[in-house]
Structure formats: structure tokens, C-alpha cells
């Protein structure tokens, strides 16, 4: 950030990987390797590079700036250095049936919400799929990936939260951050760590489950539900270049999958750009 910029005050520490391997890399835990970048285009996009070269369950990466990041739809989000946190997870869930992985992204919105909860004094809730919203604006993005490798298919998970950024640092006017929302902590650290073990908690429940999101030791769909504010609301879903799908959200069913009762009947969703109608 230029000296001259409004925001130039504002407190922004960058990461130590040092510091974060020291309580994220242990054996018998998830995190098996972290790496803190300076910048990069997208740490999805090099988590993906290490899963086809082998890289092991667990391997980390989180930017201090993301300079291509990307959502849904291939939408573009960017936000200054240090002003976000920006990290990928990569995941290998090989003995769970491929038709549970859309579970991953729903898992991990959980973990952010619960650790935010704990840590930041926030109540942020879900939007299906993948965002997180806070006051109802867009707080997180979640974003999925699978890649096939030559030891098999893994999942590469992204995270961006906004954690300090403020005013036109927002790339939409519909986003907010940690500092508005007046969160008890914006220190990255802590909340990467924090939401890290939610993760891992979460993951290794599931994971022993088979996938089964309601068999699983936390009862991840019972928990996606109770903080999911799509569920019970009137939603219009893109679900392709020129269709929607309008109707009242009645749940989220055993694979992750949106219903939406419309006009015309129940109509389950398995993916889908969700505008809650108000």
C-alpha cells in the first residue's frame, strides 16, 4: 500500500511462517507442510501444481497478497496485502465416495463460522454454497477444486476472508470485512490457526464417517442447516448462462445439494449462484 493511500495507517503485521508451522505442523495433525507466500496469482492455483507433483494431505499455502484470485464463475476478487486472509488446503479424502466431496466446501464454511464465532466475536451464517456473509453481506469465499493425480484424486480447498480491508478496498459494494463489522480480533494469525483446527475437526469426523454428513461424530448437515440462511428463504439461483431457478429453499439435502420448491415442483441443486430475494 502507497504512503499516500487513505488506509496507509492501518495495522497490517504480515505472517510468520516460522510461527505457524510451530503450532499447525505436528505429527499426527492435519497441516503436514505450510508455506506463507508474498504473493502469488492464486494459492489454489499452486496448491494444484503441488497436488500433481505429489505434494501430501495437508499441504498449506496462504498469500499475503493474491493477485488472481478467483470465485464462482471465474469472478475475479482482489483485495490489498496483508488486508485478507487467502489460503488453500489440500485434501484427500480418497476413501470417501466421490459423490460426498461437495461436502468439502459446505465443511469448510462451517469450520470459518464456528472459528470466527470463537475467536473474532462475530455470528457470521452461510449462504449455499460457498460464501459466508456476515450482516448480510459476503464476508468469505469458499472455492473447490478437484484434481486427478497420479496417487489419485484430491481436493484443493480455498479460503478468502476479508479480515481489515475497508471503504473502496471492497471489490463489491455488497462485501464487508472483520474491522466494519468491528470484530473483537483482525489479527490473521490467530485466526488462521483457529480456523485451521476447526478444519481438521470437522474433516476427521467426516472423513471417518465415510462422507456421511449426518452420521459423522459433529453431525456436519445438522450443523450446516442451523447456520445456513439460505434454508427457509425465498432464493433466485443461476444455475446456467441464462437459467434460473425461483423459489422458496427448503433444505440442503444429503449430498449437499440445494432443494428449492418452485411453481413447478421440488428442484434439487447441485450447484448455483444464489441471490437471497428479500
Known sequence: MSPSSPYSDLNRPPLSEGSLRSVLVRPGR?????????????????????ALAGAPEGTVIVAEHQTAGRGR????????????????????????????WPWLPLLT?????????????????LKWPNDVLL?????????????ETSTGPAAVVGVGLNVSTVGDELPVTTATSLRMAGASTTDRATLLVAIVRTVEAL????????GDPETDGGGLRAAYRRRCATVGRDVRVQVGLDRFVEGTAEDVDVEGRLVVRTADGDQVLGAGDVVHVR
Open 30 to 50: 492435519l497441516v503436514t507442510d505450510l508455506r506463507v507466500v508474498a504473493e502469488t496469482g492464486s494459492t489454489n492455483a499452486d496448491l494444484r501444481e503441488l
Open 135 to 147: 450482516d448480510g453481506r459476503k464476508l468469505c469465499g469458499i472455492l473447490l477444486e478437484r484434481v
Open 73 to 100: 464463475l471465474d469472478r475475479a476478487w482482489s483485495s490489498p496485502p496483508r488486508s485478507s486472509l487467502m489460503l488453500s488446503v489440500l485434501l484427500r479424502p480418497t476413501e470417501v465416495p466421490a459423490r460426498r
Open 109 to 125: 464454511g462451517c469450520a470459518v463460522v464456528e472459528a470466527l464465532a470463537a475467536t473474532a466475536g462475530v455470528e457470521p451464517s
Open 203 to 210: 474433516y476427521w469426523g467426516w472423513r471417518a464417517a465415510g
